[in-house]
């Protein structure tokens, strides 16, 4: 050892500086090696898109976090890219464990000469470490950080995974991070269909996003791309005849066409969905790379979407709201929270709570039809002020004071939407009858016990009543409302996939929930007018299907909801600020979107009908009496009892032989005519 010294005192005094550099470096590269080792591995952080599929398994948009990344393995990235990347960043990859000594000490000596950082020399490994943990600023403190990081990552990861991980993460420019996301951004392709011309073209991009963007300056592109492919034929890697063919490949870009995703809405709804399903936050499953796979119809998607933008006037601020849903399993088939989500990303549907008016009544008459009601069950329909058991007056109107003043049946009722019949019920019944059976049907919130509630006075969502709506369609099956099929993590493993309720699942009775689902065909049908006409009589000539509905009115809010057996839909407008809604076409933008988007939804196909139960009986009844009809009666409607309850008597009303002083009917008939004549003009 002293010897060592001796000679060492001896030496030249460069040659010293040299040994003692040397001994440092390796005692520093020693020292990294054990630290590293001590820490383990690094976290190799993928921030990834998520992406949304239809229920055709088709892509309709996604989320992305602090970054636009779409991740994709080795195997679906293009051998072209790839070789081109590693040729024009490290063409040592393979050889090196994290750091190219050899061009370390040359890019060291040649800063140290200009005092700079101009020579970066970094593997691709200390690339994919500065992408990862570290800024992008320029100092020697931040290199040798960059080196530690790649150190530790080369010891603990395989050249395949970090490769994999680098081209995932590198940045593209234009808000593009990842191979995958950027060949989609410039040439609408994935990553493994990269032509050898786009593959270099792509791959001389990161030394400069802004100055090799083919979409900023051509032309700089183009020559980097070019010296891509020459280093590619001087290592051997290409023929002379490829690189001719490459560098003269003309190049089509789709430039920034950002493509209006679909559903805006629907998706919002699907990422609250998923971080319930998985108990994260939001942010975490917009970066998490999942591929969620929806219960979105594309095609009603767009048909409720053009239907609302083509329905409701460019210059009316008024709001909308719909829900399209799968009555069966409660698959939320399509959504739309809104006007406008870029101006207002409020979800409607889903949070927004609103009077539903007489689209409440579908669920007092199921409790109703449990207390031995009837579709014949007649109440006399005049003004009333009821007495409440607090000495409270309650003086509920129908709409535009219109009345019957005589028994009308639960089916007319239903159809002309009387109000003093619905109160009546809901007294009749008990006023803890209603909230109690609402729970039944999916409301969550505690409802008032209060006359008004037969109403539509409580507030709800789109999505409570929708769900409620199709629990009647589905002849009282329990289902809950979801958007979410399945959820595939970005190692491709399944962590939730939607399990259906056991069919045997009867939350309600399949006999009564037919009956009220025929009654709710009466809207549209004119052999119940009376006294006013049906609901649905300004939609029911656009209408080709058999439908079940409720329309619901308040002053500030109008409704439709309404099915046939394959598909639920409901439409609320009405202002944010809960004003009045006041002109005549503002007050039918809800019937016509549901009518319209109904139509375009049943679409070339077969006409469906509501089938009913063999513990149900069909007899023709006369409207007016709700007794069975005869051939004197004006008219007759088809109408379903639960056997046993049907009407046994024939009509008294209507009896042959009688002149016309005998004939009241006749005269409520011309009445109401006139009456019908009179509104058409006021």
Same mark, same amino acid.
């Given at each position: ?270 990422l609250k969905e998923a971080a319930r399903i998985l108990n994260t936050d939001p942010e975490l499953i917009r970066s998490g790379g999942y591929s969620i796979y929806t219960t979105m119809n594309a095609k009603q998607q767009k048909q409720l979407e053009e239907k609302r933008d083509n329905i409701i006037d460019t210059d009316s601020d008024i709001e909308v709201s719909a829900m399209a849903m799968d009555p069966k399993t409660g698959a939320i088939k399509a959504l739309i929270g809104g006007r406008d989500y870029k101006k207002s990303p409020f979800n409607r ?25 009837? @579709?014949?069950?007649?109440? /006399? ?5 009821? #007495?409440?058991? +607090? %000495?409270? &007056?309650?003086?509920? *109107? ?49 409802? @008032?016990?209060?006359?008004? /509630? ?5 507030? #709800?969502?789109? +999505? %409570?009543? &929708?769900?409620?709506? *199709? ?212």
């Amino acid at each position: 050892m002293r010897d060592c010294f001796k000679r060492f005192k001896h030496l030249p005094k460069s040659l010293k500086i040299i040994i003692a550099m040397s001994i440092t470096l390796i005692m520093f590269i020693a020292s990294v090696y054990i630290v590293s080792f001590l820490l383990g591995p690094p976290p190799l952080t993928n921030e990834q898109n998520t992406i949304y599929y239809s229920e055709d398994d088709e892509v309709i948009g996604g989320e992305q976090g602090s970054e636009n990344r779409i991740w994709v393995s080795l195997d679906d990235i293009s051998p072209s890219l790839i070789q081109a990347i590693l040729t024009v960043e490290d063409q040592h990859f393979y050889k090196h464990y994290g750091i190219d000594l050899k061009r370390m000490i040359s890019a060291t000596i040649t800063d140290l000469k200009s005092l700079s950082l101009k020579e970066g020399a970094s593997t691709l490994t200390q690339q994919y470490a500065r992408n990862l943990y570290l800024s992008h600023e320029k100092s020697w403190w931040r290199k040798i950080k960059e080196i530690f990081y790649a150190i530790r990552m080369e010891m603990f990861y395989s050249k395949r995974e970090i490769l994999e991980g680098y081209l995932n993460t590198i940045y593209f420019g234009h808000g593009a991070y990842g191979i995958e996301t950027a060949s989609k951004y410039f040439f609408r392709k994935p990553a493994r269909n990269l032509t050898l011309a786009e593959a270099t073209m792509l791959a001389g991009i990161p030394k400069g996003p802004s100055y090799y963007s083919p979409l900023k300056n051509l032309q700089n592109a183009k020559r980097r791309q070019k010296h891509i492919l020459q280093r590619l034929r001087k290592s051997n890697q290409i023929s002379d005849k490829t690189f001719f063919l490459a560098s003269r490949e003309h190049l089509t870009y789709a430039e920034d066409e950002n493509e209006k995703s679909l559903g805006s809405y629907f998706q919002d709804t699907v990422l609250k969905e998923a971080a319930r399903i998985l108990n994260t936050d939001p942010e975490l499953i917009r970066s998490g790379g999942y591929s969620i796979y929806t219960t979105m119809n594309a095609k009603q998607q767009k048909q409720l979407e053009e239907k609302r933008d083509n329905i409701i006037d460019t210059d009316s601020d008024i709001e909308v709201s719909a829900m399209a849903m799968d009555p069966k399993t409660g698959a939320i088939k399509a959504l739309i929270g809104g006007r406008d989500y870029k101006k207002s990303p409020f979800n409607r549907a889903m949070s927004a709570k609103r009077m539903p008016g007489s689209a409440f009544k579908p669920f007092l008459y199921y409790a109703a039809l449990e207390h031995n009601y009837t @579709p014949s069950t007649r109440l /006399l329909s005049k003004p009333t002020s009821f #007495v409440l058991e +607090n %000495d409270d &007056v309650y003086t509920p *109107s129908n709409y535009n004071d219109y009345y019957a003043n005589e028994p009308i049946t639960l089916a007319q009722a239903l159809a002309v939407s009387d109000n003093i019949y619905a109160v009546k019920t809901n007294l009749f019944l008990g006023l803890d009858k209603l909230p109690k059976i609402a729970k039944k049907f999916g409301f969550k919130d505690d409802l @008032p016990k209060a006359p008004s /509630l037969a109403l539509g006075s409580a507030v #709800v969502t789109m +999505n %409570d009543m &929708v769900t409620g709506f *199709s629990k009647i369609a589905n002849g009282g099956r329990d289902i809950d409302s979801h958007t979410i099929r399945k959820i595939v993590d970005h190692r491709g493993n399944i962590v939730y996939e939607q399990q259906e309720k056991a069919t045997d699942e009867q939350l309600l009775d399949p006999n009564k929930t037919f009956v009220l689902t025929h009654l709710l065909t009466g809207m549209f049908d004119e052999t119940l007018n009376g006294y006013t006409s049906v609901t649905g009589e300004s939609i029911a000539e656009q209408l080709s299907q058999t439908y079940a509905g409720k329309s619901g009115t308040t002053d500030s809010d109008h409704w439709m909801i309404g099915y046939s057996p394959s598909l639920v839909t409901g439409v609320w407008t009405g202002y944010d600020d809960n004003r009045p809604v006041e002109t005549a076409r503002e007050t039918s933008y809800a019937k016509d979107i549901w009518a319209h988007f109904m139509e375009a939804a049943h679409e070339g196909k077969k006409e469906q009908s509501f089938k009913a139960p063999s513990e149900v009986v069909a007899v023709r009844v006369d409207p007016e009496t709700g007794e069975l009809a005869t051939p004197y009666c004006s008219s007759s409607r088809l109408m379903y009892y639960e056997a046993g309850t049907e009407p046994t008597q024939h009509c008294s009303m209507h009896l042959p032989d009688q002149d016309e002083d005998q004939q009241p009917e006749k005269k409520r008939k011309d009445k109401g005519l006139l009456r019908r004549l009179f509104e058409l003009f006021t």
